[in-house]
């Protein structure tokens, strides 16, 4: 829910519909991305806990009903997804030593201030988008951190 508000914004700015289905079971995952399958629609899901938990059933459904699906997470795109884009997490655990650092000397974590992501990554599977029928142009394969072929 975090950025769902965001998300659509973005969407209506772009003038795309944006449709939010809220799942609480493999079947639910399967029957939300089937009704998306066989027009010119996406995906776009953000990561939380059931999300990591049932991440094969989603990239699963989206290879067998054609969905592109966008991700947040690299893991998503290597395990099979089309793309993802977000925050590296090892970025973020590498500098989080240093706030643990400071803890043990004595810092209040009150006192410390909110750090914002810093490095980003951007994951594409190229044999999702083959899987999907997609054709993916150089210049955006260049872009990518990583290409999985």
């Known amino acids: 829910m ?16 944006s449709i939010t289905a809220r799942v609480h079971s493999d079947a639910d995952i399967d029957v939300a991305i089937a009704a ?9 899901m ?27 997470a690299a893991g998503f795109a290597r395990e099979g997804g089309l793309l993802a ?21 004595g810092a209040r974590p009150a006192d410390l ?3 914002a992501p810093a490095l980003f990554e951007m994951v594409l599977n190229l044999n999702t988008a083959k899987a999907l029928g997609l ?5 955006f394969q260049q872009r990518a951190d990583e290409v999985v072929e």
Do not use: C, W
């Open 85 to 105: 884009y977000g925050s590296s997490n090892a970025d973020s655990f590498r500098r989080s030593a240093g706030y643990v650092d400071r803890i043990l000397r």
């Open 36 to 44: 998306l399958g066989g027009g010119d629609a996406g995906l776009v």
């Open 46 to 72: 953000m990561s939380d806990s059931f999300m990591g938990v049932h991440r094969g059933t989603v990239i699963s459904a989206a290879l067998r009903h054609k969905v592109p699906t966008i991700f947040d």
């Open 113 to 115: 201030p909110v750090q």
């Open 135 to 139: 054709e993916v142009p150089l210049f």
């Open 2 to 17: 975090y950025f769902l508000g965001s998300f659509e914004a973005a969407a209506k700015a772009m003038k795309v519909e």
